[in-house]
């Protein structure tokens, strides 16, 4: 038999090729020695250094599944073990490089022409051009197919659409130079995605202020995209998809990626925890981490955590063989999510008073996670997602 590991509790590191381990080592190396000492000003400040997409970037992280094109080309499980390093140290930093990764990226080397690829891809795999994705809107977020943006034919300007309409929440939008916004093609009623670049935009057409003062999430930054009669080339609309499936194919991928980067938040309330409950010593000189009902706390979410691993794991092998059914994510993104954020509320309490100081980074954990629940999904959208396929009947509306 071999020795119990609480941080691998299932042995998962023996599902992962010697390729994948050394990945993960040069990404967790990164992370804890480059972005954790910054986290905690970052998020107290709710400021965003996009310094760390070029940094990312420098080690070959970003759209790191992608062939060619000055990009990695690793597997999803090494892209997967890439966001978890990257979310043990805060899920806003995991979301910048999702969104430019799974979410501008992705959808570029996947439906973009020849042309697109080459303008885009490098200079992103470097994080020199940042991406952003909207989908979201005001007045429709669960429901992006009922979307009010609109692309209709320029009226003044030969072989350009004009783009109008308002998308919130968008991850990275006040910084990005390239914008990925899915409208609703006048002509055909169909979405389709086209590619703005914030340079070519004439004043006032395009306006990407930032949301502030959030409570979760503060590490990330946020914003809007509002476009009034944006002129954006007839070339710049993805030319090889049109529909929900367009966005939603990127989500996949997202979403995958969100699967294993609460894993890693939740494996990092786990080591902070325990290391507290060892140390924090009450009722006649005990650490808290002799009593049963702390431990509970601590097993439950070891359980969880290795238990995302692996199944996680699992997804990514069959993803690679193309052998995924999108219900398969909506299942792993849903379970993930929920039980890093309910076990992250539970090992919350362990830090009793000290909790509320964000010193114990607990907190923060919590904050981001009911955020990564929320996006890309809530997770009852996710379960009416699986219970359509489980029973064949539509529960949305
Ligand atoms: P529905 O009828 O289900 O589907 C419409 C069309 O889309 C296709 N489709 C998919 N294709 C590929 N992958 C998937 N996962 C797909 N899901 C659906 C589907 O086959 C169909 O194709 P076709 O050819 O028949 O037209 O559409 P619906 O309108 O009934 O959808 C309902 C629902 C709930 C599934 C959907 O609207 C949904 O998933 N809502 C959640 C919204 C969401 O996830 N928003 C994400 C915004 S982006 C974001 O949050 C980024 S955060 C990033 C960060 O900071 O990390
Ligand atoms: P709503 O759709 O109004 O839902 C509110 C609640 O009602 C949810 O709990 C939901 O589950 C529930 N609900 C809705 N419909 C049903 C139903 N039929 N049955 C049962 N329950 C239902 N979007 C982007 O496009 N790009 C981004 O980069 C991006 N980044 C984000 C970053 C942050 C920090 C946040 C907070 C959000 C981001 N989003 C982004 C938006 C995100 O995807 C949406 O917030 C999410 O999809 C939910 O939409 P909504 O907020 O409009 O909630």
Known sequence: PVAFDWRDPLGSNNLFTEDELAIAETAESYCQERLLPRVLEAYRNEDY????????????????????????????VAAGLITRAVERVDSGYRSGMSVQSSLVMGPIDEFGTEEMKQKYLPGMARGKILGCFGLTEPNHGSDPGSMETTAKEHPSKKGYYSLSGAKTWITNSPIADVLLVWAKLQSTGKIRGFLIDRDQCPPGTLETPAIKDKNGLRASITGMIQLDECPVPEENMLPNIEGLKGPFSCLNSARFGIAWGVVGALEDCIARAREYALERKQFKGNPLAKYQLVQKKLADAATDAAYGIAVATQVGRLKDEGKIAPEMISMIKRQNCDRALVNARALQEIFGGNAVSDEYGIGRHVAN??????????????????GRAVTGIQAFC
């Not at 992608?66 to 990009?71: L, P, T, V």
């Not at 009911?370 to 699986?386: K, M, P, R, W």
């Open 49 to 76: 250094d996009k310094k760390i997409l070029e940094e990312m970037g420098e080690l070959g992280l970003l759209g790191a599944t992608i062939k060619g094109y000055d990009c990695a080309g690793v597997s999803s």
């Open 369 to 386: 996670l009911f955020v990564t629940q929320t996006y890309e999904g809530q997770s009852d959208i996710h379960a009416l997602i699986i």
